[in-house]
């Protein structure tokens, strides 16, 4: 009996550790497959670029015109190109990017925590430790957004495993360290080309990294050889890449600031501190504040850990200067969670680790699903992106689509100008010249955001668009669009200048914050009752 209640422990103990696993991966399955439309407009901003590259225009936003930076994701962008040239769906390419980015994080985590605690593959720790992350369902949302989200993750914690290893191998194997070092070097450059911000973040853990190892041997001569030696490597493979990028960027755009930082940053305002609701609103989420508590009374702390704080550091401080916006369903501060996760693990796996003979599968089956389900219950975040997200129609027929698609039947479609907001989808399906009014795909908008909006809509008027798009809720015009003009839209219908456009039809947006679009065209535009005609077809609106 005694033997037989010692094969069943050690079973226990072996199956504890995929069995927890296995749950963490089915619920970020399922959680992924949950039939909510999460697909964001703005990702098509990002397609429309790789597009243009692929067809030999450049990374421009209307083919013909100068270079424009209108997005932060350069990366993905170029990893589109091939995508988009190929002829294949990029939103499903950046999709399964996005789910493979959040099964390797999980697996970095796993291994993380395996190689602190020395345990097998079979121990239940680090499989604890990889649900937990699995299980924060917000994860799905940014997986079916389309973004560079979840790929610029797991650049920046690859980053942190990467010089982990190199912590652990330089002090006795100099060959090893050079190479997690180099690897980590380039992993970061990466990480900024998928999102700016990680320049920072990683240049700060690669610093760290190297000082580390070398005050680790003492204040020597070679202690500052070996700070020399980790200076020379981070300099080839992450200084000079990254200098040489921003060199290429100025000389291309003639300018070192995207435009989304003009048009959300020094263009942004309001009432309270920029940011500050949106990381209120992060931090008071419930496994995020579970992480946190976690990571607080963790009762061991080892030197790696120490790379930690340059991204927590960042999330908590760096987006208090952003305009509201840049927190868009907190996608911003969504790459810093899985530090959350690995600072505290140790604490959320310790009682596991000591007691695994002894702890029942469901024990820990039932924390996952207790982790879990506090996010979904009364996570404001998540309801929040369900909420804004779940389908009225099926896909292709959410708004932005349907009339991106509905613009390319119009006769001349590419070569008509249109100013219109929401600029994703709509560009990018109708493939017509587009002004895009908040100022992201707009040099001149954006670079001159300060600017009073009498100047900002004498510029519009004098490109001559042939269509306008304006939006209202209801009787009223939206006001709450970001950028110089997004609260201008009544003054632009009233200008006298807007009596050259008739109205054509309305449809009403049936996704995210609900509003109606209204299309007006140039009088004197070719073919204007044709494509009048084309825009009724499915209006379902009429205008105020």
Same mark, same amino acid.
């Given at each position: 009996?005694?033997?037989?209640?010692?094969?069943?422990?050690?079973?226990?103990?072996?199956?504890?550790?995929?069995?927890?696993?296995?749950?963490?991966?089915?619920?970020?399955?399922?959680?992924?497959?949950?039939?909510?439309?999460?697909?964001?407009?703005?990702?098509?901003?990002?397609?429309?670029?790789?597009?243009?590259?692929?067809?030999?225009?450049?990374?421009?936003?209307?083919?013909?015109?100068?270079?424009?930076?209108?997005?932060?994701?350069?990366?993905?962008?170029?990893?589109?190109?091939?995508?988009?040239?190929?002829?294949?769906?990029?939103?499903?390419?950046?999709?399964?990017?996005?789910?493979?980015?959040?099964?390797?994080?999980?697996?970095?985590?796993?291994?993380?925590?395996?190689?602190?605690?020395?345990?097998?593959?079979?121990?239940?720790?680090?499989?604890?430790?990889?649900?937990?992350?699995?299980?924060?369902?917000?994860?799905?949302?940014?997986?079916?957004?389309?973004?560079?989200?979840?790929?610029?993750?797991?650049?920046?914690?690859?980053?942190?495993?990467?010089?982990?290893?190199?912590?652990?191998?330089?002090?006795?194997?100099?060959?090893?360290?050079?190479?997690?070092?180099?690897?980590?070097?380039?992993?970061?450059?990466? #990480?900024?080309?998928?999102?700016?911000?990680?320049?920072?973040?990683?240049?700060?853990?690669?610093?760290?990294?190297?000082?580390?190892?070398?005050?680790?041997?003492?204040?020597?001569?070679?202690?500052?050889?070996?700070?020399?030696?980790?200076?020379?490597?981070?300099?080839?493979?992450?200084?000079?890449?990254?200098?040489?990028?921003?060199?290429?960027?100025?000389?291309?755009?003639?300018?070192?600031?995207?435009?989304?930082?003009?048009?959300?940053?020094?263009?942004?305002?309001?009432?309270?501190?920029?940011?500050?609701?949106?990381?209120?609103?992060?931090?008071?989420?419930?496994?995020?504040?579970?992480?946190? #508590?976690?990571?607080?009374?963790?009762?061991?702390?080892?030197?790696?850990?120490?790379?930690?704080?340059?991204?927590?550091?960042?999330?908590?401080?760096?987006?208090?200067? #952003?305009?509201?916006?840049?927190?868009?369903?907190?996608?911003?501060?969504?790459?810093?969670?899985?530090?959350?996760?690995?600072?505290?693990?140790?604490?959320?796996?310790?009682?596991?680790?000591?007691?695994?003979?002894?702890?029942?599968?469901?024990?820990?089956?039932?924390?996952?699903?207790?982790?879990?389900?506090?996010?979904?219950?009364?996570?404001?975040?998540?309801?929040?992106?369900?909420?804004?997200?779940?389908?009225?129609?099926?896909?292709?027929?959410?708004?932005?689509?349907?009339?991106?698609?509905?613009? #390319?039947?119009?006769?001349?479609?590419?070569?008509?100008?249109?100013?219109?907001?929401?600029?994703?989808?709509?560009?990018?399906?109708?493939?017509?010249?587009?002004?895009?009014?908040?100022?992201?795909?707009?040099?001149?908008?954006?670079?001159?955001?300060?600017?009073?909006?009498?100047?900002?809509?004498?510029?519009?008027?004098?490109?001559?668009?042939?269509?306008?798009?304006?939006?209202?809720?209801?009787?009223?015009?939206?006001?709450?669009?970001?950028?110089?003009?997004?609260?201008?839209?009544?003054?632009?219908?009233?200008?006298?200048?807007?009596?050259?456009?008739?109205?054509?039809?309305?449809?009403?947006?049936?996704?995210?914050?609900?509003?109606?679009?209204?299309?007006?065209?140039?009088?004197?535009?070719?073919?204007?009752?044709?494509?009048?005609?084309?825009?009724?077809?499915?209006?379902?609106?009429?205008?105020?």
């Amino acid at each position: 009996m005694k033997d037989q209640h010692q094969r069943f422990a050690r079973f226990q103990h072996k199956a504890l550790g995929p069995c927890v696993l296995l749950f963490g991966l089915a619920f970020c399955a399922g959680n992924v497959c949950l039939p909510y439309y999460r697909v964001i407009d703005d990702a098509y901003i990002s397609y429309r670029y790789s597009r243009h590259v692929a067809q030999g225009e450049g990374l421009v936003w209307n083919p013909g015109e100068a270079p424009v930076e209108g997005f932060t994701n350069f990366l993905l962008v170029m990893v589109e190109v091939p995508v988009i040239a190929a002829g294949l769906d990029p939103l499903k390419a950046a999709q399964w990017l996005s789910l493979l980015s959040v099964l390797l994080i999980a697996f970095l985590i796993f291994d993380d925590r395996r190689r602190v605690v020395g345990a097998s593959w079979w121990s239940p720790g680090p499989a604890l430790a990889a649900s937990v992350f699995l299980c924060i369902p917000i994860y799905g949302v940014h997986v079916m957004m389309g973004l560079e989200t979840m790929v610029a993750a797991v650049l920046l914690v690859t980053t942190y495993w990467m010089l982990a290893r190199f912590l652990e191998a330089a002090p006795t194997a100099g060959r090893a360290g050079y190479r997690f070092y180099g690897a980590a070097c380039l992993c970061g450059w990466l #990480a900024g080309l998928a999102r700016p911000e990680n320049f920072a973040v990683a240049a700060a853990m690669i610093g760290l990294a190297g000082s580390m190892d070398a005050l680790g041997s003492g204040l020597s001569g070679q202690a500052l050889r070996r700070l020399m030696r980790w200076a020379l490597v981070a300099g080839v493979f992450f200084v000079i890449p990254t200098l040489g990028y921003h060199g290429w960027r100025l000389h291309y755009y003639g300018d070192l600031r995207p435009n989304s930082y003009y048009i959300k940053v020094l263009a942004g305002g309001g009432d309270s501190l920029p940011g500050l609701p949106e990381l209120v609103a992060f931090l008071g989420e419930p496994s995020i504040a579970v992480l946190a #508590a976690a990571a607080i009374f963790r009762r061991s702390v080892r030197g790696a850990d120490a790379l930690l704080l340059p991204p927590l550091l960042f999330c908590l401080l760096f987006y208090l200067r #952003a305009e509201h916006i840049m927190a868009f369903q907190h996608r911003f501060f969504i790459p810093f969670v899985p530090f959350f996760v690995l600072a505290a693990v140790p604490a959320l796996t310790a009682a596991l680790e000591e007691t695994a003979p002894k702890v029942r599968v469901v024990n820990a089956l039932c924390f996952l699903v207790v982790f879990g389900y506090a996010f979904v219950y009364s996570s404001p975040l998540y309801a929040h992106s369900i909420r804004e997200s779940w389908p009225r129609k099926p896909v292709v027929e959410e708004t932005h689509f349907m009339l991106g698609r509905l613009m #390319a039947q119009l006769p001349n479609h590419r070569e008509l100008l249109v100013v219109g907001p929401d600029a994703g989808a709509m560009p990018y399906f109708s493939e017509s010249r587009w002004i895009d009014p908040i100022g992201l795909n707009d040099n001149f908008l954006a670079r001159n955001a300060g600017l009073p909006a009498e100047r900002l809509i004498d510029y519009l008027f004098d490109r001559d668009p042939d269509l306008w798009i304006l939006c209202k809720r209801g009787k009223n015009f939206v006001n709450s669009f970001p950028g110089p003009l997004g609260r201008h839209g009544r003054r632009i219908y009233r200008d006298p200048r807007f009596r050259r456009y008739a109205y054509l039809a309305s449809f009403n947006k049936n996704s995210g914050g609900r509003y109606q679009y209204h299309y007006f065209g140039k009088k004197e535009l070719p073919r204007l009752d044709d494509i009048r005609r084309i825009l009724a077809e499915k209006s379902n609106y009429r205008w105020h």
